[in-house]
């Protein structure tokens, strides 16, 4: 790992830090399957729910009904009609997963594992949900934060019952997962020894297919860094945001890539520390975060992008209304 690398990673953190006590913190988006809407976490008052944002006026509010606790950015199901999301209190409770409707209504929750299930993705079947689990919690370098490693995948019934494991290797770090709308993919990216990776799986139960990808996207010395991957609407080609070399930092572009030639289309130029990549469920427009990083404040900017006029429009979070 580079030094520079180093070193704005730890400026992050630093940010990061002096920021971490503010309320109403974004921590991601998930579009909902009408695109009028999309689903945010937000941190308040220590704790995170997920609220329903609109994206004509920009006001959020409160999508569940936990008091209290840590909820993860939902997926929704194919068909429009229930979500699923990770729980947890908080304490030494391991977050379990929680199934609903599209509305927050009527949440089934799993019953609580030995281990934090987390990160749920409704199959296209809408009958299954496949999830990760992490094995350990610490870190390998001193001068890393504690974080989640050794990533499994597991696919379940809807109310929890006949788990299976699809990935018998422990991933040191994994991100979000997405399935293709076709059902015969699964993709993340992944931790390789010296860059970023985007894994392509067959689709689940058996996921015994794998090809790892290394766009083209490379920066000084060969690292990659990648910060999130997705499949479009036609099943044969992906979105994904990876890191740029710019001066002293990394600056980050969105690319568009065909899965069997490779090809890849730069989407946007320079965009700054960007991150929370996803996309609508009809391939037209992705949103995204932006930091700007100074020693004193950290400024979050949300950013609408036009996938075929390649147009990136801010987006305004104008009020946050935490009842439910």
């Not at 909820?71 to 009609?81: N, R, Y």
């Not at 899965?259 to 730069?266: E, I, M, Y």
């Not at 400024?299 to 305004?316: M, N, S, V």
Request: charged fraction near 20%.
């Amino acid at each position: 790992m580079k030094i520079t690398r180093i070193a704005f990673c730890l400026a992050l953190i630093a940010c990061a830090s002096l920021a971490s006590g503010s309320d109403d913190e974004c921590k991601g988006f998930t579009f909902f399957p009408d695109r009028a809407y999309v689903a945010a976490v937000y941190s308040h008052a220590g704790s995170e729910f997920i609220y329903k944002v609109s994206l004509a006026t920009g006001i959020a509010i409160r999508l569940t009904r936990a008091e209290r606790g840590f909820e993860g950015l939902p997926s929704f199901s194919a068909d429009g009609t229930r979500m699923a999301y990770s729980y947890s209190p908080g304490g030494k409770v391991h977050s379990y997963i929680v199934i609903a409707n599209i509305d927050g209504s009527e949440p089934h929750p799993w019953p609580i594992s030995d281990t934090s299930d987390l990160r749920p993705v409704f199959l296209a079947d809408n009958k299954h949900i496949l999830f990760a689990r992490a094995g350990y919690y610490g870190h390998y370098s001193p001068i890393a934060r504690p974080a989640l490693h050794e990533w499994s995948f597991y696919v379940a019934d809807l109310d929890g019952a006949n788990i299976r494991s699809i990935s018998g290797e422990g991933f040191y770090d994994v991100g979000r997962v997405s399935v293709s709308p076709d059902g015969q993919k699964m993709l993340f990216v992944t931790k390789a020894e010296i860059s970023e990776m985007i894994e392509v799986h067959s689709p689940p139960p058996t996921s015994d297919s794998v090809v790892s990808i290394g766009p083209p996207v490379e920066v000084d010395h060969g690292e990659r860094i990648i910060a999130a991957a997705m499949c479009m609407p036609d099943s044969k080609s992906i979105i994904f945001s990876a890191a740029t070399n710019h001066l002293a930092h990394y600056d980050y572009d969105i690319y568009l890539m065909d899965l069997q030639t490779q090809r890849v289309d730069k989407l946007t130029r320079n965009i700054g520390y960007a991150y929370g990549l996803q996309l609508s469920r009809d391939g037209k427009t992705a949103i995204f975060m932006r930091d700007s990083s100074h020693w004193f404040w950290n400024k979050t900017e949300i950013f609408l992008l036009d996938i075929a006029t390649r147009k990136l429009t801010p987006f305004t979070i104008t009020g946050i209304d935490h009842a439910r």
